[in-house]
Structure formats: structure tokens, C-alpha cells
């Protein structure tokens, strides 16, 4: 097993886990699914959910602008990592995936004896809801129940509510570049 980043010796959860419902803080009823694959029109949903994606609220260069490079973006994704989709009236409106830091099919498979690292995007109009956090706790619940140990993330320095938001849930600072603020959750 080879960690790269610094975990914290106590473990973070229980989390819910998908498939659930709620009402989100501006009364609509959002579903949360965990795809076991990402079958072709899942993948044109989330390609629609990423188009209208506003680039003001892009990070780090993802999620991609245009069509082709965010289906080609999606693609490289989804299929290795492990999927969490938020829908309103049965369009995607939420979308986190943990990837594995690893290209090993064996350690992907060997959950556990890797880091995986977190992106979650949730659409303008649906931000500030609460959908944020119930997918990512539920991703992490799903994480939890896959055998994952250990996930990470790198987020802007400046986007306060953002780590507000992976504070609450477990995740720890841990390290830190000029713009970037890494963040480590060790799960039950």
C-alpha cells in the first residue's frame, strides 16, 4: 500500500448510503443513485448537466467546456471511479466521483490499498440547497461499503464555503499550494 498524503489516525462516518431521496432546502425532491456502470444515456445526462455548467464556477480545469472534451473528460472518468448522481424530475443536477490513483485494475479492484481522489459539481441553480452535502455524504457512504479507505481532494484556497462544507463531514487540511488547499478523509 502506498499512501501519499497524511490521514488522520481516527476514521470519519458512518455515512448514508444510495440509493435515497430528500427534500432539498428549496423543497424539491432530489433522488441520489449509485450507477454500478454508466450505461449511454446516463453518460449523455451528465454530458448535458456539464454543458450548462457555468465556467465561473470551474476549478483546476474541470469540469471541461465543450461538448466533445467534457464527453471525452466524462469517459476517462466514470468507468474506473466510483459514481454518486444527484437528480431533480430525472435530469442529473449533482454529480460526485472518486477516482483512483491508481491505473492497476488489481489495486482498483484492492479498494482499499489505494488513495482515491474526490470531484463533486452540483449545477447553479441547485448549489446552496443542501444537495452538496447529501451527495457527498452518500458518496462516501457508497466508498465506505466498496472498501475505500482513504479519499482526498484539492479545492481552491479561496472557495470558504466549499471547505466549510468537507469540514463538516471529516475531511482534514492537510497540505497546501499557492491557490490549492488539499483536504484527507480516512472512512470506517
Known sequence: MVQTREYSDEPS????RPP???????????DLE???????????????MYDAFDPVDRAQGIPPTGEGRIRN???????????????????AVGHATLVPDSDDPEAIEAASDIEWELAIFVLQDYQRAGIGTQLLEHLLGHANDLGIERVWLTV????????ALYERVGFDQTGSESFEQEMTIRLE
Open 13 to 16: 462516518g458512518p455515512f448514508p
Open 20 to 30: 435515497g431521496s430528500f427534500e432539498d432546502g428549496d423543497g424539491r425532491t432530489i
Open 34 to 48: 449509485a450507477p454500478t456502470e454508466v450505461d449511454d444515456e446516463l453518460l449523455e445526462n451528465l454530458v448535458e
Open 73 to 91: 473528460w466524462l469517459e476517462s472518468i466514470v468507468d474506473i471511479g466510483i459514481n454518486v448522481i444527484a437528480r431533480h424530475d430525472g435530469d
Open 156 to 163: 481552491e484556497r479561496w472557495n470558504g464555503p466549499a471547505i
